[in-house]
């Protein structure tokens, strides 16, 4: 059974950083997605970033508002998947999810496909 464990947020002034953790467990497939997710309050559940794992091609992407400010690295060696947030802004204040889809061809396209979701890890952002 995979399970994921989100940790490292917390409370920031705008324009500082967080780097938040997702720490996988029963994965044992070699092609697999990973994704972050973030549903401030009141708000849908909207993608963040991705890695894709084993596809030979891009492996990274970033929803356009977090582009140049967010980055995705992985830690095959711990399992962990890491967000690095620069230069936050209020309005990336909200919770943030990470989440796997495993044994896929292609990453999911809509949230309902990822398989797997983590507990959460909130991140508040003060002007």
């Known amino acids: 059974q995979v399970q994921l464990v989100e940790s490292g947020g917390g409370e920031v002034q705008a324009g500082g950083s967080l780097r938040l953790s997702c720490a996988a467990s029963g994965i044992t497939y070699s092609r697999y997605c990973m994704g972050w997710f973030r549903q401030a309050q009141g708000q849908e559940r909207e993608w963040v970033a991705q890695?894709?794992?084993?596809?030979?091609?891009?492996?990274?992407a970033y929803a356009d508002p977090v582009k140049g400010r967010f980055t995705i690295s992985p830690d095959m060696a711990k399992n962990t998947l890491y967000l690095q947030m620069n230069s936050l802004k209020p309005e990336d204040t909200a919770m943030y999810y990470c989440?796997?889809?495993?044994?896929?061809?292609?990453?999911?396209?809509?949230?309902?496909?990822?398989?797997?979701w983590g507990q959460g890890t909130q991140v508040t952002v003060s002007s």
């Open positions: 989440a796997a889809d495993v044994g896929v061809a292609v990453c999911p396209t809509s949230l309902s496909e990822w398989d797997y």
């Open positions: 890695f894709d794992v084993g596809s030979g091609g891009a492996a990274y």
